[in-house]
């Protein structure tokens, strides 16, 4: 079945950069997104990538995915303490199972 | 555009009593889903609904059921409630069915049972 796991806490500076891991076990995903979630609120897309790509970039966002490993990777630049929030990995898995299989999260905590 | 609405935010029931929660999608999004968030489990889908037809449906027990309207707003109602039914309910609509699409988040229904 499927299975998504992240690192469960990362712990930066102000303005270095993170990043932040996704291993999965069902590669039959054609999209895989980050989200992010803040204290009390629900998941705000961030991005995602398709499958048959290896790297997105999206303003201070890069994502990578080693389609061969299973890995996905959010990097995050010039990290800012509003960044600090949980992120969600998930594998959006269309056709007849159309959900998306979250990762366990990752708490980031951005130090000023 | 205005964002995915939940109704209410917040909600207390006792055990055994039911609940409805309620999710207005995106203007022009065609699919919701629903997602259950817990601390021990993490985010795990309940069910989808597209056309006002149950697509998909997680593991979870029948005392949790949904439906969608025609203006594609959806509910979802869960019986007989018990105290592992406390969680953060989080509806996602979408312009179309499948997770190809991507989903919009709400700022979900924060439901305690005591």
């Known amino acids: 079945g499927e299975d998504v796991e992240q690192s469960l806490f990362l712990s930066v500076r102000e303005g270095d950069s993170s990043v932040i891991n996704c291993t999965y076990t069902?590669?039959?995903?054609?999209?895989l997104y980050w989200y992010k979630q803040e204290p009390g609120a629900g998941l705000q897309l961030l991005t995602y990538?398709?499958?048959?790509?290896d790297m997105k970039q999206d303003q201070r966002l890069t994502v990578l995915l080693n389609k061969k490993d299973k890995h996905l990777s959010l990097r995050i630049a010039d990290t800012q303490t509003g960044d600090s929030a949980i992120y969600f990995c998930?594998?959006?898995?269309?056709?007849?199972?159309?959900?998306?299989?979250f990762g366990t999260g990752t708490l980031l905590a951005v130090q000023p | 555009k205005a964002g995915v609405t939940q109704t209410p935010r917040y909600l207390i029931k006792t055990r055994g009593q039911q609940v409805t929660l309620s999710c207005s999608p995106i203007?022009?999004?065609?699919?919701v889903s629903w997602y259950q968030q817990t601390p021990g489990q993490g985010l795990q889908f309940l069910f989808e609904?597209?056309?006002?037809?149950?697509?998909n449906k997680g593991n979870f027990p029948g005392r949790f059921s949904g439906r969608q309207f025609s203006n594609s707003r959806s509910e979802m109602n869960v019986s007989t409630l018990e105290l592992g039914d406390s969680a953060l309910y989080l509806c996602?609509?979408?312009?179309?069915?499948?997770?190809?699409?991507?989903?919009?988040f709400g700022s979900g229904t924060r439901l305690t049972v005591v």
């Open positions: 990538i398709f499958s048959n790509m």
């Open positions: 998930a594998g959006g898995y269309g056709g007849a199972t159309n959900k998306l299989i």
């Open positions: 996602a609509s979408s312009l179309e069915e499948g997770a190809n699409y991507g989903y919009t």
């Open positions: 609904y597209f056309s006002e037809t149950q697509r």
């Open positions: 203007s022009g999004h065609r699919s």
């Open positions: 069902d590669s039959s995903s054609t999209y």
